[in-house]
């Protein structure tokens, strides 16, 4: 939270349309003040899911899945917290001023520049595929048979066959070619020479959540090495952090809640123009656990579908043991060899790949079968440790240990033995768990906590009351001390994943002014009893001190005192 102030939040909370970025990923329907829609989190297919635009928060009555804007939008991409409030700011277009922290200051602007000239790259791309120029890269997405409305979803684009036309089109625009280079568009020779880094190639641009361009991978049409060409990274991309066309396909994805992971551009296209609107890429690197993080908040399983060849298959074992530690299932497809997605899709059609997802392979099946096929037995037990002690919560543990064991051959006892290494606690039990407070003393404070959420307008009665005094448990006076600092616009960054379910659930009952009177006046009997209490308790010990020092005037005092408090709180 050190870098963003209150009012930067919540100026991007109102510019951003609360309602329009939640219907990126899920239908929604209204019904009076709400709107209803089935919970991306969680599997699902009923409607589960409040998003309340008014008052700026969604719940899901199933998972409790809940906060406002810059929670759903971080949950369901995967972004921590200052990420998602970055990416955010941007979208709504707000500088997150640098509050004496220049650097910060000169990083956004920075980014603010390299997206700036990916928009103009962006066009000169597009023209130029349209464009005489751009006749070879047009025939090719013919030959390839890809219709023009794919190609215009995707932004597909032209780089012409010459070494410094974007870099005048950036100049004219007032990037200078070192601004160019620095946004990874355009290259530097060792002796200081700086051109276009894309010549003659097929341009896949790459966008971000926020659907802006952030970098491309360029193909070769026709003969040539390097076959692909990438953006260098840049202030605005980082490799291995995006996946491809997960822009276009989220919404598909957690709908679906699946999400079909393959390997190349053309790949992702293919699949998108034969249906599988739910594909993206791993952009030639191996695939990231940042990029399964933005796939958990989309999905609950991803399928692979990998190339048949061993190469293909060790790159799906890899994949397969990430999704499967990150908590999502995993399914492989296998194709048969020598085909890939496009042959597959193209001589066979659509149906052939759907009988493939049938009978795709269950993911830890999928490993378990790679392992004792191609590994020591040495090294089969330290894959299993490893994996065991991978897993990002480590409840897991139980779940899987068995099914490791079975499928290894090994005793339960002997995979036991050999993970000897401490167990890692995790963010995620945290998150899980979703009650404040529980146990007997738990349910008094939530039941205050929860009158002072749903009437904010009592918080300062509340305070000046004594309400500290009365809570019984530290996680209720932490949430109280919350509830004191921050207004109800702004408390929601502020809250742990257990107190915002708490937090929302609790607005969501809404108010009914009449019964909330009589809540109030219980509270307030309740505090005022508890005041009472702790007076009482004071006078005792004072006077207990006065007679231990021998104060006799002290204790006469103190005693009268103590008569006229009880007469007064009869
Ligand atoms: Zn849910």
Same mark, same amino acid.
């Given at each position: ?75 369901? =991409? ?85 070494? =410094? ?220 440790? =490893? ?184």
């Amino acid at each position: 939270m050190a870098q963003v102030s209150p009012e930067q939040i919540q100026a991007i909370k109102e510019r951003i349309d609360f309602l329009g970025l939640v219907q990126r990923y899920c239908s929604l329907r209204q019904a009076g003040e709400r709107w209803m829609g089935v919970c991306p989190f969680h599997q699902e297919t009923k409607p589960s899911m409040t998003v309340n635009p008014g008052r700026g928060f969604f719940y899901c009555f199933g998972c409790h899945a809940s906060g406002d804007v810059i929670d759903f939008y971080c949950r369901i =991409n995967g972004l921590d917290f200052m990420d998602g409030v970055q990416e955010l700011a941007r979208e709504a277009g707000i500088e997150l001023d640098s509050g004496g922290r220049s650097q910060e200051g000169k990083k956004s602007g920075l980014r603010r520049q390299c997206l700036e000239m990916h928009r103009l790259a962006q066009e000169l791309f597009e023209q130029s595929l349209a464009s005489e120029q751009g006749k070879a890269g047009r025939e090719y997405l013919v030959s390839r048979g890809f219709d023009p409305e794919t190609a215009h979803r995707f932004g597909l684009g032209w780089a012409p066959n010459t070494w =410094n036309t974007l870099k005048k089109h950036l100049s004219s625009q007032g990037f200078s070619p070192e601004q160019g280079v620095q946004a990874g568009l355009l290259s530097q020779h060792q002796q200081g020479r700086i051109y276009d880094r894309f010549r003659s190639r097929l341009m896949f641009p790459i966008h971000n959540l926020g659907g802006k361009v952030v970098a491309y991978g360029g193909r070769i049409v026709g003969e040539g090495e390097p076959k692909y060409v990438n953006s260098s990274e840049s202030p605005i991309f980082t490799k291995g952090d995006l996946l491809y066309g997960l822009e276009q396909a989220r919404r598909s994805i957690s709908q679906s809640k699946q999400a079909l992971l393959t390997e190349g551009y053309a790949d992702v296209l293919t699949l998108v123009q034969f249906g599988f609107a739910n594909a993206c890429g791993v952009l030639g690197t191996s695939l990231t656990s940042a990029q399964v993080r933005r796939l958990s908040g989309l999905c609950t399983t991803v399928i692979l579908l990998f190339d048949g060849d061993r190469a293909g298959q060790q790159a799906a074992l890899r994949s397969a043991e990430m999704i499967l530690m990150a908590g999502l299932q995993v399914q492989v497809v296998c194709l048969p060899d020598g085909e890939d997605v496009d042959s597959l899709l193209r001589g066979q059609g659509k149906d052939a790949l759907q009988d493939l997802l049938h009978q795709a392979e269950e993911g830890l099946a999928f490993c378990l079968r790679m392992i004792t096929t191609f590994s020591a037995p040495k090294d089969i037990m330290s894959w299993a440790v =490893n994996f065991l002690q991978s897993l990002s919560q480590a409840a897991w543990q139980a779940y899987y240990l068995p099914r490791l064991a079975r499928g290894l051959q090994l005793s339960e006892a002997e995979l036991r033995r050999a993970m000897q290494a401490p167990r890692r606690s995790s963010n995620a039990q945290q998150a899980a768990q979703f009650a404040v407070i529980s146990g007997p003393s738990g349910q008094r404070d939530r039941e205050l906590l929860a009158f002072a959420v749903r009437c904010p307008e009592y918080v300062p009665k509340l305070k000046a009351q004594g309400l500290a005094g009365l809570l019984r448990t530290d996680r209720g006076r932490q949430f109280w001390n919350k509830l004191c600092d921050y207004g109800p616009d702004q408390i929601l960054p502020y809250l742990d994943q257990g107190e915002k379910a708490f937090y929302v659930s609790c607005q969501l009952q809404g108010q009914e002014a009449e019964k909330d009177r009589k809540v109030w006046d219980d509270i307030a009997d309740l505090l005022l009893r508890g005041r009472e209490q702790s007076t009482k308790q004071r006078l005792k010990e004072a006077i207990a001190q006065a007679q231990a020092r021998g104060d006799e005037q002290e204790v006469a005092r103190l005693l009268s005192a103590f008569s006229q408090f009880l007469k007064g709180a009869e």
